[in-house]
């Protein structure tokens, strides 16, 4: 069924994403691709406070690193985060989208062009419009979209902007987020 | 985000009729990279379809310089990763300026340039600017030129200083760079010791003796068979025991390229050159 899992989010996603990586069993059978913005300063210590509660390692990735199933890979600060067909990482320092780098939409047009629908893409909170594009690309190529509730956001321009971009298949809250997930085999 | 799509068979028509026109060969570049470059030209430029782009590259030089422009990504900014400039202001340059004469640094593809300025400033806050030449090269003259004017994008002048602050407590920025309406140029007392060579895709104008090659962010883009012959040709162009510093998440396979040289430095990713 789902072959990879792409997540995005901004301010406020931080705790969300705690939370998913902390009910994830060891053994999770997919790859999770995280791209999350952050402050441009600050370039190590995420990756650590992800893997406090995580049961699967948490990475990030170096240049052409393979994909493989039961592992975080956290887009790099400062760096674009793309899927390749042969299912591996790209990264690169190409000018900013949507004022990111990493920038959402571009992880997850790549991982929609590898997986169709055999990728699952989640919008989480956040501050801008960054990921609705690359949404609307998982589901035109027959992937399913998840977006977190914006009644639970703490901040929901991403998530509304997302629900305006595409029909949405699931809005969910944390927890129902975490449930349809523990249930992918 | 960018509209118009194109197939890797007109990416290969195009990889093709670049080098038949111009002797420069962009087929072990990162195929879907260089496949999303030429997308994003598409739409700079405005150009209706890959068969206009082909048009342009064979018949228009004018074109084809921005194209070159284009595929040499940016290295986006001064400082990029502190921990790295304060690692070599405090240990790594030291080391390397004790006892040396004047020695050679060489930027094979040095872009926008916020690399080498961050470097010359480094040296000149150090006092050693003078022991150093930069030999500095590119595939794309325009990059050159306005690396010659010492141009400097004021767009990212806010994270600049940010960088900056990380690694000097008590230097300023500003005493580098002046603004001219909306352009920043870099002090260009900074480049006196720069020695410009213009590139083709295999970086085969080679300095020798050379003492660190900064090479950050630019094996992102090649394919393992370019990576593996620009790491055996840079080698040769190093002095034994000579440096090369990679982007921060940029790895050299040790079962090629890894065997000619030894990584010295993991977190900041510093590699030596073996004594063989």
Redesign the interface.
Known sequence: MYKAIVIGGSAGSFRVITRILHALPRHFPAPILLNLHRL??V??GFVEALSIKSNIPVI?????DSIKPGTAYLA?S??HM?I??NKKI??????A?NHS?PAI?LSF??AAQTYSRNLLGIILSGANRDGA?GLKKIKDGGGTTIVQDPKECEVPTMTEAALGMSQVDHVLNTQQIIDFLLKIK | ?SKQEIGIVDTRNILKSISERHDLDFKNH?L??FK?RLE?ILDTYRLRGPDVLVDKIKNDPEFFEFFLKEVC????ELF????LWRYLKDKFLPGLLRGANRFKIWFPEVSSGEELYSLAILLNEMGHLDKVRFVVGSISQLRLDELQKGLLDMKKME?NH??FK?IFNDARLEDYYTTRGETGYIDTGLLKNVEIERQNTYYERQPNNVKLIMWR?Q???FN?ILQERLLKSFCRALVPGGHLII?????IDYWNSGKDYILVGEKENIYKKRFS
């Open positions: 441009k300063h370039r190590s990030e990735p170096y240049d052409k790099p400062n760096y793309y390749e067909l790209a990264l690169s320092t190409e000018e989208v780098r939409d047009e790549t594009w | 985000m990162a879907t990279f999303r994003h990504i940016e290295t986006t990029r990763d502190p921990s994270v940010a960088n990380r962010n094996m992102l883009y393992q982007g921060m998440n940029e790895r």
